[in-house]
């Protein structure tokens, strides 16, 4: 399979989740899984991220390891 287009298809759904606008996520790519990694503001916008991915073809699953950091 060629990741290429799934990798756009992507990072297109995080760049248009208003819950992704402004954070740093990065994402990697292993066969059948797409890892995400950054930090976000709360628990919510983790799952919000995560859940943009869902349905997208080839994406079987998703490892979340975006890190919530607490607003001080």
């Known amino acids: 399979m060629n990741s290429s287009p799934l990798l756009h298809r992507i990072d297109r759904a995080i760049q248009t989740n208003p819950h ?3 954070r740093k996520v990065f994402l990697e790519s292993v066969p059948g ?7 976000v ?3 919510y916008q983790k799952q919000m991220i995560q859940e943009s991915l869902r349905g997208i073809e080839g994406v079987e699953r998703i490892c979340n390891q975006l890190e919530v950091e607490e607003a001080r």
């Not at 899984?33 to 930090?39: A, E, H, N, P, S």
């Open 41 to 43: 503001d709360s628990f």
């Open 20 to 22: 992704a606008l402004r």
């Open 33 to 39: 899984r797409i890892v995400l990694r950054g930090k």
